[in-house]
C-alpha cells in the first residue's frame, strides 16, 4: 500500500467528512480494544509459562489448531525436544501440554486477527477515498508497527528455545513496549479524530503523566522478566530497606539496571511513587473534569492492584489483572493528556481562551 497507490487513488484531494472522521475513530478504538486483549493474554501467556509451547513460525498457515490426535503428538514431540521440556516440564503429559498450548494459540491466533481487522477496513477506506493525506501516514506508521511486533514476538520466543529456556527480559520489554506504542497510537490518532486538541500550558503535566506510565509499564516488563516480583513482596519497604543494600551489588554500576532484581524493581517502584505526585496533582488542578476524575480513579485502582500482586507473591490472576490496569492507566493518562484546555476546569479553560 504505498504512496503512489494512495495518490492514484486522489487520496492527497480528500476532503474527510465528520462522518468519516467518526467511522475511522470507531474503528481505531475497536482496533485499540483488540491490542489490549491482546496484552491481556499475552500476560496470561507468560504468567502461566505457555509462551514456548509453539516451537515454530507459521505466522500464514500456523492459524489452524490441531484437529487429530496425530497432530498433537506431533506437536508435544517438537515441544519434549526443546530445553523447557528437558529441564522444567519432563514430567509433563499431554494433556498438560494442551493446558499450555492454548494459551499460546489463542495468543498467535489474537494477533493474526488484529492484523486483518486493521488492514481490510484500512484498504476498503482507502479505496473509497476517505483518508487524507496526513492520516494515511498515520496509519502506515501503525501498520509497520504492527507487523514488527509479529516479527518481535517470533524473536522473543526465540530466546527461550535456548540452553536456558527463559525468554530474554529484554525482548520481553520490547515486545511490551511496542503493544504499548501501537495501542497508544491507535487511541490518539481516534482522538484527534474525534476532538480538537486545545492545549493549555496548565495541561503540560497531563502530558508529561503518558511518558512515565509508559516507562513505568517498560520496567514492570523488565521486573516481570527477572522474575523479580516476588524477590521483593513487602511493602512500601523492600525487605525492610527503603534501598536494598544489594542494589548496586554488580560492578560496572548500570548493570544493575539490566540484571539485578533489586535494582529493576527499585526503578518500578520509584515510577510508582512518582506517578503518586503526579497524578493527584493533575487531579487537584483539573478537578471537576471526567478525564481527572477517570484518571486518578484508575491510578489507585492500578496501585491497589500492584501492591495486592507484590504481597501475595504474584498470584496469576491478581498479575493478570495488573498488567490489565497498567493499560487501562495508559488509556486514561492519554486521554487526559490529549484534553488539554478541553479537559481543564472551567476557569482554567477561560484563563488560557483569554
Known amino acids: 500500500m504505498s504512496i503512489k497507490f494512495f ?44 509462551g514456548l509451547s509453539m516451537v515454530e513460525w507459521q505466522p500464514l498457515v500456523g492459524a ?16 519434549r525436544e526443546t530445553p523447557e521440556f528437558r529441564l522444567v516440564n519432563h514430567a509433563m503429559d499431554l494433556e498438560g501440554f494442551k493446558s499450555i498450548f492454548w494459551w499460546e494459540y489463542f495468543h498467535r491466533l489474537l494477533g493474526r486477527t488484529i492484523g486483518l481487522v486493521f488492514f481490510l477496513p484500512f484498504a476498503l477506506f482507502l479505496v473509497k477515498n476517505k483518508i487524507d493525506k496526513p492520516l494515511f501516514l498515520k496509519l502506515s506508521f501503525i501498520f509497520v508497527l504492527g507487523a514488527l511486533q509479529g516479527a518481535l514476538g517470533w524473536y522473543m520466543v526465540k530466546s527461550g528455545l535456548v540452553d536456558d529456556p527463559r525468554v530474554s527480559h529484554f525482548r520481553l520489554t520490547a515486545h511490551l513496549g511496542v503493544a504499548l506504542a501501537i495501542f497508544a497510537a491507535e487511541l490518539w490518532v481516534a482522538l484527534d479524530l474525534l476532538f480538537e486538541r486545545n492545549f493549555s ?39 525492610g530497606y527503603v534501598v536494598p543494600p544489594e542494589t548496586l551489588m554488580l560492578d560496572p554500576w548500570w548493570m ?87 479537559a481543564a476546569a472551567p476557569e482554567y479553560a477561560a484563563a488560557a481562551a483569554a
Open 201 to 239: 500550558p496548565r495541561g503540560r503535566l497531563e502530558t508529561l503523566i503518558p511518558v512515565v506510565v509508559f516507562l513505568m509499564a517498560l520496567s514492570g516488563g523488565m521486573v516481570a522478566g527477572l522474575r523479580a516480583g516476588s524477590a521483593y513482596s513487602t511493602f512500601p519497604l523492600m525487605n
Open 64 to 79: 489452524l489448531p490441531p484437529l487429530s490426535e496425530a497432530h498433537w503428538q506431533e506437536l508435544f514431540a517438537k515441544y
Open 7 to 50: 495518490r492514484a487513488r486522489g487520496g492527497h484531494h480528500c476532503v474527510m467528512t465528520t462522518a468519516d472522521r467518526r467511522h475511522i475513530a470507531t474503528w481505531l478504538l475497536a482496533c485499540a480494544g483488540l491490542v489490549y486483549a491482546m496484552v491481556v493474554v499475552g500476560g496470561v501467556t507468560r504468567l502461566t509459562h505457555s
Open 256 to 342: 544493575n539496571f539490566l540484571y539485578n532484581m533489586a535494582a529493576v524493581q527499585l526503578v518500578h517502584r520509584s515510577f510508582f511513587w512518582l506517578l503518586a505526585t503526579l497524578i493527584p496533582l493533575a487531579w487537584w488542578r483539573s478537578r471537576g473534569t471526567v478525564q481527572g476524575n477517570v484518571l486518578l480513579g484508575v491510578f489507585i485502582l492500578q496501585a491497589s492492584l500492584g501492591i495486592s500482586t507484590l504481597l501475595l507473591r504474584v498470584p496469576v490472576a491478581l498479575a493478570a489483572c495488573h498488567q490489565a490496569g497498567a493499560v487501562l492507566l495508559f488509556a486514561a493518562s492519554l486521554w487526559a493528556a490529549h484534553g488539554g484546555a478541553r
